[in-house]
């Protein structure tokens, strides 16, 4: 059911702009926002690129081909089939993107690889139990990896699992999943269980306009 919700999700989505206000034709948006907010340098990865990263739920993959240009070796795992085939369909010039389909939890369960960062952009960090994936993060990450990840800050009073709606149009009800919505302090106290002393957790503000949502951005070590 989840990788149907998804697939739904996947189609009715647009495709990443070919440049971003800059100009560029690749970059990194840890918002829902676009323009906005910080980019990959909050990964802490080696500047001369051969980083080793993972992106949980990559989606349609923008920003891990973004880090895939910058020489850096990416993975991307999604569950849904009609997310990365748009993937590789836009990103197929870039041999140091491996996009898989497979759970992110599974994918962490199997893996051997070490990764100098691995990350999620309203991604399966958002939409899996932190108790499996927290942890399961820290095992294929290197010592000073970063964990870093974003996604909408909880509604007040609304905290833990949430029920979570991608819509199917008027004839069906919606496919429901669940997120997990914490607060930036609670999020902090799960990792430093999970064997991350060391973490930021802040809500970034949106940027001018009719929107008020900010993006809460994690990041771990
Ligand atoms: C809201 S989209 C974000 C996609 C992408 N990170 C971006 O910023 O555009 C969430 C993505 O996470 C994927 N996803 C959700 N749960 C997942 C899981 N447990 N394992 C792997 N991927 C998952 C979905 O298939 C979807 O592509």
Same mark, same amino acid.
């Given at each position: 059911?989840?990788?149907?919700?998804?697939?739904?999700?996947?189609?009715?989505?647009?495709?990443?702009?070919?440049?971003?206000?800059?100009?560029?034709?690749?970059?990194?948006?840890?918002?829902?926002?676009?323009?906005?907010?910080?980019?990959?340098?909050?990964?802490?990865?080696?500047?001369?690129?051969?980083?080793?990263?993972?992106? %949980?739920?990559?989606?349609?993959?923008?920003?891990?081909?973004? %880090?895939?240009?910058?020489?850096?070796?990416?993975?991307?795992?999604?569950?849904?089939?009609?997310?990365?085939?748009?993937?590789?369909?836009?990103?197929?010039?870039?041999?140091?993107?491996?996009?898989?389909?497979?759970?992110?939890?599974?994918? %962490?369960?199997?893996?051997?690889?070490?990764?100098?960062?691995?990350?999620?952009?309203?991604?399966?960090?958002?939409?899996?139990?932190?108790?499996?994936?927290?942890?399961?993060?820290?095992?294929?990450?290197?010592?000073?990896?970063?964990?870093?990840?974003?996604?909408?800050?909880?509604?007040?009073?609304?905290?833990?699992?949430?029920?979570?709606?991608?819509?199917?149009?008027?004839?069906?009800?919606?496919?429901?999943?669940?997120?997990?919505?914490?607060?930036?302090?609670?999020?902090?106290?799960? %990792?430093?269980?999970?064997?991350?002393?060391?973490?930021?957790?802040?809500?970034?503000?949106?940027?001018?306009?009719?929107?008020?949502?900010?993006?809460?951005?994690?990041?771990?070590?």
């Amino acid at each position: 059911m989840q990788t149907a919700a998804w697939d739904a999700y996947a189609r009715s989505r647009p495709d990443r702009r070919e440049a971003n206000a800059k100009g560029e034709t690749t970059w990194f948006n840890w918002t829902q926002y676009p323009d906005h907010g910080p980019g990959s340098e909050v990964l802490d990865l080696p500047t001369e690129g051969n980083g080793r990263v993972l992106d %949980l739920g990559c989606g349609k993959g923008g920003n891990a081909a973004h %880090l895939a240009g910058s020489g850096h070796r990416v993975t991307g795992v999604d569950l849904s089939g009609v997310q990365l085939s748009a993937a590789r369909r836009r990103w197929c010039d870039r041999p140091r993107l491996e996009l898989l389909q497979k759970s992110a939890a599974q994918y %962490l369960h199997e893996s051997d690889e070490e990764f100098d960062a691995i990350y999620s952009v309203f991604g399966a960090l958002w939409f899996t139990d932190p108790a499996v994936l927290l942890p399961a993060a820290r095992r294929r990450l290197r010592p000073g990896g970063v964990l870093a990840f974003s996604q909408r800050p909880p509604v007040d009073g609304c905290y833990g699992p949430q029920a979570a709606h991608i819509d199917r149009g008027p004839d069906h009800d919606p496919y429901v999943l669940r997120r997990w919505d914490h607060s930036p302090g609670t999020w902090q106290t799960m %990792l430093t269980h999970a064997g991350f002393p060391h973490t930021t957790a802040t809500v970034l503000p949106a940027p001018p306009g009719p929107q008020q949502t900010g993006t809460l951005l994690v990041t771990a070590r």
